[in-house]
């Protein structure tokens, strides 16, 4: 045989060897690929029921409280205590395909926000309601 053919038949199996690894690698990505959906929520609910009966002046700390539980957060603002409630929910989904991923992510958050004043009484309050 001569030296022709024996380098036609080594370029040939290159290639194809080229060719094998490249299929076996697109395979791969495919059964490797992957996707996730993820919902998590953080806090307590707010309820808006409970939000309605808030009176300034009149709603004590301890009804606050009573009402929805433990603050998220306090702080102080002078002499005034603050409460601070939220209820998050976090909704993230994405994909991966073992070269590359791609990920989206959202939060909304209910936030109620309480001032009580020195006689534990509510000085104010506001509510921002968006999860739906």
Do not use: H
């Not at 199996?13 to 690894?21: D, E, G, P, R, T």
């Not at 309820?47 to 702080?75: C, Q, Y």
């Not at 395909?97 to 936030?111: I, N, S």
Request: glycine share 6%; with cysteine; charged share 20%.
């Amino acid at each position: 045989m001569s030296k022709l053919f024996w380098v036609i038949r080594y370029q040939t199996m290159k290639f194809l060897v080229i060719i094998f690894f490249l299929v076996l690698q697109a395979s791969l990505v495919l059964i490797l690929q992957s996707c996730y959906t993820s919902r998590v929520a953080t806090g307590r609910p707010i309820d808006p029921a409970n939000v309605s009966k808030i009176r300034e002046g009149v709603t004590t700390a301890e009804e606050i409280i009573l009402w929805f539980g433990a603050p998220t957060n306090t702080s102080a603002i002078g002499e005034d205590q603050v409460y601070i409630y939220k209820y998050c929910i976090s909704k993230g989904t994405g994909v991966y395909t073992g070269y590359f991923g791609q990920t989206k992510a959202e939060e909304v958050c209910d936030e109620l926000i309480v001032v009580i004043d020195t006689k534990g009484k509510v000085k104010s309050y506001n509510f921002t309601k968006r999860i739906k």
